[in-house]
């Protein structure tokens, strides 16, 4: 089977893309998770996650932001709103 220049040209083109994609793939790797320099997800048991509730009802109660809350305890602004 002999193969045109142009597909020979289009395989060389796959070639190529592939190598820069297994070049580039250590740097892809680093970037696992939505946010860079995000802390890893875990799952809380029921506990961890009732106690968590319990001290986020009193700190705004208190007047603590809920951005600063968020950070805090490594979930949404949303998810503090819905506690509420």
Same mark, same amino acid.
């Given at each position: 089977m002999s193969?045109?220049?142009r597909q020979?040209?289009?395989?060389? *083109? ?6 820069? !994609?297994?070049?580039? /793939?250590?740097?892809?790797?680093? *970037? ?10 875990r ?6 996650a009732?106690? !968590? ?5 009193? *700190?705004?109660?208190?007047g603590?932001? /809920?951005?600063?809350?968020?950070e805090?305890?490594g979930?949404?602004t949303?998810?503090?709103? !819905?506690?509420?």
């Open positions: 193969l045109s220049k020979v040209a289009y395989l060389n *083109k796959i070639i190529g893309t592939a190598q820069k !994609m297994l070049a580039t /793939a250590h740097l892809e790797a680093s *970037k696992t998770g939505a946010r860079a320099g995000a802390p890893t997800r799952r809380r048991s029921a506990a961890e009732e106690k !968590m509730r319990a001290d986020i009802l009193a *700190k705004r109660a208190k603590v932001a /809920a951005t600063k809350l968020a805090k305890y979930v949404s949303a998810y503090i709103y !819905m506690i509420k």
